[in-house]
């Protein structure tokens, strides 16, 4: 007889709460599941506890599958362990469709075999799913309440066409969507981060120029940045000897580590041994006793809303300011000059009252149309920046036409606002503008 087979321990969080506790939804759920794989039930026990929570076993000729439940928690515990080499994944993935589960982790285990075979346990990418194409509707759904108006609309055409989703999952900090079309995109809380077609453009602005501006690269730090699109920028300057990433969310980091597409994107910069990752809150880590930096790139979301905007608040600026060195360079992302332009002078203006001299440049990033940062310094800046000293694909040679500000965005800067924690505004003029375009 043949003792080889296959364990699965597989945790699914973030289920829906309410088909955690239904004892015999979960027992038809399951039963079935083993029915569609040709097994064959010699015993079924399902029990409710009181509150909540559901046990249940299945016995089966060739071993069993169990699921026990913390409704509360929205969290399941599932085993299955069956003899020969049958194909289990797509069940397991039906399964947790169902449960509606929105983040996994599965341990498989070969048990059995030879007996000089030890058994193996192979963890699979703790993330949600990776699924087949054309499953897009299946597995997200675009809520209303979430991302702004045009980033819906995008997503809602995304679920109506055959595309891959790569991962879909929800950390403690946010949502995360990453799927490839005819490019590969990420989405966090249903906010477009990149377009693989064209990010290039958008990460070479943000990074060369304080680069360049910069006396010395020898230490840098980057505020935000989880997908390592901008790190790969940073690393091409040879010269660069440490840097530290900070990025409150742990489960993206481990995205740009393992996926394969990002990782092909990001040039597996996160694997260089000059990176030091600090999963958490960029507003602590720079309270904390550091060595100055010569460079420091800002790489925040948009200011969307208060939990945003207390990232780009005067308190804020002047403790990263305290971080930069003498002659070094800070850039700072500061959204579209187009579409939200006061918003984008809010950003300098508080930068400024933080003492720090600033900059301002644009560049066109097809995906988002024109975008904006401003460079910030301890002295004043002498706009004297040209060629680029490191390979680069999307900019041109010569830096100068990024500070060619239009003059439809410099005529809203005399209504710019200071961002504080006593006076947090800069969202409340975020949505105010953004909102005008969908009327």
């Known amino acids: 007889m043949n003792t080889e087979g296959k364990h699965l321990i597989i945790d699914a969080f973030e289920c829906q709460s309410d088909i955690l506790n ?52 929205r969290y399941a515990a599932l085993d299955l362990y069956t003899c020969g080499n049958q194909e289990l994944w797509p069940t397991i993935k039906d399964i947790l469709y169902k449960l509606k589960a929105r983040r996994i982790q599965v341990n498989e285990l070969v048990r059995g075999g030879k007996l000089n075979n030890s058994p193996k346990l192979r963890r699979l990418t703790p993330i949600t799913m990776t699924v087949k194409r054309g499953t897009v509707q299946e597995l997200f759904q675009v809520e209303d309440d979430k991302g702004n108006d ?15 989703v790569l991962f879909h999952g929800t950390s403690q900090f946010q949502d995360i969507f990453l799927v490839k079309a005819n490019d590969i995109r990420l989405y966090l809380n249903q906010e477009l981060q990149f377009s693989s077609l064209d990010e290039k453009y958008y990460h070479e602005a943000l990074v060369f120029p304080a680069m360049e501006m910069a006396a010395s690269h020898k230490r840098v730090l980057i505020l935000g940045g989880g997908d390592g699109l901008a790190l790969r920028e940073v690393l091409k300057y040879p010269n660069v000897k440490h840097v530290d990433l900070v990025d409150i969310d742990p489960l993206m980091i481990q995205i740009a580590k393992t996926q394969p597409v990002l990782l092909e994107l990001n040039n597996r910069s996160f694997l260089d041994k000059r990176v030091n990752v600090h999963n958490e809150d960029a507003k602590i880590f720079i309270k904390g006793n550091h060595e100055q930096y010569d460079v420091i790139i800002i790489d925040f979301p948009d200011p969307v809303d208060s939990i945003l905007s207390s990232l780009y608040t005067k308190e804020l600026f002047n403790q990263v300011s305290s971080l930069l060195s003498k002659n070094g360079a800070l850039v700072c992302q500061s959204s579209s000059p187009e579409d939200t332009p006061i918003a984008f002078w809010s950003i300098a203006r508080t930068l400024e009252k933080a003492g720090l001299y600033t900059l301002p440049y644009n560049i066109v990033v097809p995906s988002f149309g024109l975008w904006g940062f401003h ?44 961002n504080s924690l006593v006076n947090l505004r800069l969202h409340e003029v975020y949505q105010q503008e953004i909102k005008k375009w969908f009327k």
Do not use: C, Y
Request: no cysteine; charged share 20%; glycine share 6%.
């Open 22 to 73: 239904d004892a015999e939804g979960l027992k038809k759920l399951l039963t079935k599941a083993i029915e569609n794989l040709g097994m064959e039930i010699i015993s079924v026990h399902f029990h409710s506890f009181s509150p909540q929570g559901v046990t249940g076993v299945i016995g089966i000729s060739t071993s069993h599958f169990s699921i026990h439940t913390w409704p509360e928690e």
């Open 375 to 418: 460079l910030a310094t301890h002295r004043k800046i002498a706009n004297n920046l040209s060629k680029i000293s490191v390979p680069h694909n999307a900019l041109a040679n010569n830096l100068k036409p990024l500070f060619i500000i239009p003059s439809n965005v410099l005529s809203s800067e005399k209504k710019a606002i200071i």
């Open 150 to 164: 045009w980033d819906n609309i995008q997503l809602k055409e995304l679920s109506n066409g055959n595309h891959d």
